[in-house]
């Protein structure tokens, strides 16, 4: 199976990291954070992306053609212009790189892979949120569902604590998980005849797509009630970093 990584977004409300860099280089513990979404998809065994680039795009390119020596121990002779490995920690991953587009839409960018995506199911995410989701779980409930779209649900903390009185006295809580409902989390598993359902690159995947797809019964959630976070603000990038400098956040299901 194939992981399709909708990377061409500016990221306006994490301006203060996205006007250098694409939102999903922004880094969490010193890896961007497209990185720890592709180490959740290879926990699960899938190595094969699919990375659609738009806004900076080339800054992606040359993260992935320059992985190799930036993760490896290496011995450069200058005088004989040649380089020799001496420890290797690149992972096992195939990574294609497509431009689609710097005005493009979600859905319009995931048209545009069409040939790439070919006839098999395949996943697809946004890359800028992560969590501790059992990828080939979300997998086999889709093959059980039967629809031609699942997508993950998740209940992020709400944005604002609550207040539950009675009488005079309140009791205060602050922000509890779930008090916003479900929302699209990503971590899609899809049939390719999603993309029968999107006309052009001005098609955003969340508004008709899976619009028609929810009418015709076609979309079904499969509920994560785990760890999941997205990074839209400086403060999500804070928080995660955070986690991670902890020594054990949530999402990582992979070992050093």
Do not use: C
């Not at 070919?118 to 093959?143: P, Q, R, S």
């Not at 602050?174 to 989390?185: C, D, L």
Request: no cysteine.
């Amino acid at each position: 199976m194939k992981a399709v990584i909708l990377a061409g977004g500016r990221g306006t409300r994490i301006s203060e990291e996205s006007q250098d860099r694409p939102k999903p280089m922004v880094e969490i513990g010193g890896r961007p954070i497209i990185w720890h979404i592709m180490k959740i998809y290879a926990s699960a065994g899938i190595t094969d992306f699919i990375v659609l680039l738009g806004y900076k795009g080339y800054m992606i390119k040359e993260y992935f053609a320059n992985y190799f020596l930036h993760t490896s121990d290496v011995t450069i002779d200058l005088e004989n212009n040649t380089i020799r490995t001496l420890k290797s920690t690149s992972e096992p991953w195939r990574v294609t790189l497509l431009d689609t587009g710097l005005e493009t839409m979600t859905g319009g960018r995931l048209l545009r892979a069409r040939e790439h995506i070919g006839n098999e199911d395949f996943a697809f995410t946004y890359g800028d949120g992560v969590g501790n989701i059992d990828v080939a779980k979300v997998v086999d409930f889709h093959k059980n569902a039967g629809s031609i779209t699942t997508v993950t649900a998740v209940q992020p903390p709400g944005r604002f604590g609550t207040l539950e009185i009675d009488d005079v006295h309140a009791e205060f809580r602050e922000k509890p998980k779930g008090s916003s409902g479900w929302i699209n989390g990503g971590f899609f598993v899809s049939s390719p005849k999603i993309l029968d359902y999107i006309d052009s690159d001005s098609t955003l995947l969340e508004r008709e797509p899976l619009e028609r797809l929810s009418a015709e019964g076609q979309l079904a959630a499969y509920k994560h009630h785990g760890f999941w976070r997205g990074m839209d603000t400086i403060w999500d990038k804070i928080y995660l970093n955070d986690l991670w400098n902890q020594g054990n956040p949530p999402w990582k299901g992979w070992d050093d």
